[in-house]
């Protein structure tokens, strides 16, 4: 996060700040009275649909994470650490659903490969016709 409304995620998508929901809560777990008394854990709620993200950025996200994407952040006992914590993970939770699906090249199994295929089916057949007895084989 460089300025105070600068929401940038490492992929370089810029989430507007209006879009972000902010929740503090306490953290539970060790700490003794000051994780009992202090609201340190961050939640952070992104709404999609209102994020400024371009159209097909957008769809890409909903698609895969759904309208809201939640990150949450407990690990420190300071609330302003949980809160560039909780920013970190929904940044990244967001570039990796944005990024395009890898385009796949149809390719063609080997020759050789078929020939493997079926030189180990006919290996596999004579092993199964072998375990039968006598009377079996001269009725098939």
Partial sequence: MGAVNDFVTPGGLRVEPTALAWTASRSGGPGGQHANTSDTAVTVTVEVSEAGLPPVVRDRIVAALGPTVTARAADTRSQWRNRQLAWQRLATRLDAA??????????????????????????????????????QADEA
């Fill in 98 to 135: 944005a990024t395009p699906p890898p385009l796949r090249r149809p390719t063609k199994p080997r020759r050789a490969a078929g020939e493997t295929r079926l030189a180990d089916k006919r290996r596999r057949s004579e092993v199964k016709r072998r375990r039968r007895s006598e009377w």
